[in-house]
Each structure stands twice: as structure tokens, then as C-alpha cells.
């Protein structure tokens, strides 16, 4: 006779590996990145892109409140 308490299903295998820490490194992280230098490339792109969405946001925002009020007769 076979105890059930010896058999585990694969799902708690699973949770038992992956609760264990490995110690191994990711793949995808060589090295934790340095925050005291920015790397300003990036960080100019991120501002200029978001600059860049925002004034296009306001842009159409202006031409449909324009477009509005003509088909409305409000100007």
C-alpha cells in the first residue's frame, strides 16, 4: 500500500522548486545598474518622447474643441 503523503503532485513540485532560492543570476541582469550615473541618453529621450506626446495631445485637443464649435455654430 502506497502512503498519499509521500506522493506530490506536480504542482506543488513546482512550488516547492520555486520557492527555493537557487543562487544563480537571471539571464536578462548581468549586474544591478548604477543609479549615481544616470545614463542621460535615455533619460533625455524618456523626457523628450513624453514632451513630444503631450504637446501633440494639446494640439489635437485644440483642434477638436475648433472643430466643435464650428459644426455647432458656437463660433
Known amino acids: 500500500m ?3 503523503n509521500c506522493l506530490k503532485s506536480t ?3 513546482v ?3 520555486a520557492a527555493e532560492p537557487t543562487g544563480s543570476r537571471s539571464v536578462f ?3 544591478k545598474p548604477d543609479t549615481s ?3 542621460w541618453l535615455r ?3 524618456a523626457f523628450g518622447a513624453s514632451a513630444f506626446l503631450w504637446a ?3 494640439k489635437q485637443h485644440s483642434s477638436d474643441v475648433r472643430e466643435y464649435k464650428a459644426r ?3 463660433e
Open 56 to 58: 501633440l495631445l494639446f
Open 72 to 74: 455647432n455654430g458656437l
Open 2 to 4: 502506497i502512503k498519499k
Open 43 to 45: 533619460v533625455g529621450l
Open 11 to 13: 504542482g506543488e513540485k
Open 29 to 31: 541582469t548581468s549586474s
Open 37 to 39: 550615473r544616470p545614463n
Open 15 to 17: 512550488l516547492i522548486a
